[in-house]
């Protein structure tokens, strides 16, 4: 792709790479085999070729890198740069001679701070001084071996001074401007942050307190006219009145439900860790859904380990409601059998297995058990109910214990078996 | 018979609750807001307040560090009885030696009315 001119940036750090690249290192192998082969001679005695043979290795790595840079660290080439960019200087210095003797030294200071600018300062830098170089050291070579006249030493010395000044200050404002744009950004960033979290609070709090205030009075006075306050309801109205309640608990549910994940996703959940007993938790989960089993006409049972647990380290209120959920879900989807809980305790981590009878699992839908608003297959589960968070706030609430959970079925009608794993503290 | 004071915003729960407590055997009185229930507090001494979270002007937080400043009335036994479920908010009330937070939805009347009989023994 052939680029037009005005299309050069002699601004960028790409511009100066290529002139590095491609008129010294091919110039400087000349020179390294031109010296080795006499077809050059030097003039100027001593001449530290070591310095020079020395620096091969460095200016070959820098080449490297420098054609490599995307996978290279950026400020790690440049530092290799800049110190070939010493090395090349020193032996510069002395091959040159005379007046470079008085510069010399205020020179190679200079140069020496590069890296220190090249780590404070973009990246521009040291590539411009490396291009510049480059072309000096030729310009050196063609016309002052012959003449070895002093104005242009001068020039040599004072022409990349200028720049690397100029260049430096240039970067080092630029470099402020920046600082103070991407602080003003970030100022704008953190206030809109701030009011997103105010709105998702107050999301919070409008979902709990405004949606559940109408929800509460439908709850009691049905519950109330069931309860026969009011005179007893003619009995026609008793199972339509039932389905009301029972309708209304389920929105009851996901508000919470909506709440909690809400709550987790806001990393809003403190925990309260205490000595807590598995088997007394499992045992009110059971007392709590033993209602929901009968009602289905399937067991529910809790086969205990012949020796109690030690109480562990948990947030009780936390795992009892993973566990509910879990359990909830295991009886939601059974028809026939039941459910039953387990608890296993190999060494250091403690077991909960909570088997049904019920419809089973697919690969795919095992897969997608523990994310938020996912349930098994449209149509594929007539008596479902919910949007399936529990699973998910199940899945996080363990996760925040640093504990496990899964799933595994063997397909569809084979029933599932969930599994909480707990780490022991 | 037991006096209960109810600090409640929401109309219709208050009328909802009166008409179950009532029933159940306590003697109510409702106040729709923080000052208005202060007062009743002081002038009916009730064996038991149910108070809201979110009312109107001064919340029950406020309420409650009212309370615990009279040393007449400081020592009647509150329950918070929100939909406001903040844990933050949750704490502070704890702080404030609430006997228990209950979460309205969670409860029906009936419920409601053994938990007072329980705070109430």
Known sequence: MARKLSQVNIFSRRFYEKITIGIFGPFYIFFLIGINF????????????????????????????????????????????????????????????????????????????????????????????????????????????????????????????????????????????????????????????????????????????????????????????????????????????????????????????????????????????????????????????????????????????????????????KIRQAILNVVDNAIRYTEHGGVTVKIQNPKTKIQIIVSDTGVGMTKYELSKMFESFSRGAAGTRLYTEGVGLGLYIARRLIELHHGKIWAESKGKGKGSTFYIELPIK | MKKILLIEDEKILAEMYRDKFSQAGFEVFLAFESREGLKIAKKEKPDLIILDILLPRENGIVFLTWLRKNSKISSIPVVAFSNYDDPVTKKEAAKLGVKDYLIKTNYTPQEIVEKIKTYLK
């Open chain 1, 38 to 317: 006499k077809w050059i001679t030097l003039t100027q005695e001593p001449f530290p070729r070591y310095i020079l043979l020395g620096s091969a290795p460095f200016i070959l790595i820098s080449l490297y890198l420098t054609s490599r840079m995307k996978i290279f660290p950026q400020r790690m080439g440049d530092c290799v740069q800049v110190i070939v960019w010493i090395l090349i200087l020193s032996s510069a210095n002395t091959y040159w001679g005379g007046p470079m003797r008085v510069y010399g030294p205020l020179f190679i200071t200079f140069i020496l701070l590069i890296p220190f600018f090249a780590l404070l300062l973009d990246s521009f830098l040291p590539y411009f001084i490396g291009g510049t170089l480059s072309i000096l050291l030729i310009l050196d070579f063609l016309f002052l071996e012959p003449i070895s006249s002093l104005s242009i030493f001068q020039l040599i010395s004072i022409v990349p001074t200028i720049f690397v000044i100029a260049f430096i200050s240039s970067s080092l404002i630029q470099r402020i401007l920046t600082e103070q744009q991407i602080k003003q950004r970030l100022q704008i960033a953190y206030a809109e942050l701030k009011k997103l979290d105010v709105a998702k609070s107050e999301f919070i709090s409008i979902a709990s307190h405004q949606l559940r205030t109408p929800l509460t009075a439908i709850k009691g006075y049905i519950s109330m006219i069931l309860e026969k306050i009011y005179g007893k309801p003619p009995e026609k109205m008793e199972k339509p009145l039932k389905n009301i309640y029972a309708s209304n608990e389920r929105l009851i549910k996901l508000v919470n439900d909506i709440l909690d994940v809400s709550r987790i996703e806001a990393g809003r959940l403190e925990m309260e860790l205490e000595k807590s007993s598995l088997e007394e938790i499992i045992d009110s989960v059971i007392e709590e859904l033993k209602e929901e089993a009968k009602k289905k006409d399937i067991y529910l049972k809790f086969e205990k380990l012949e020796k109690p647990l030690l109480k562990i380290l948990i947030d009780r209120n």
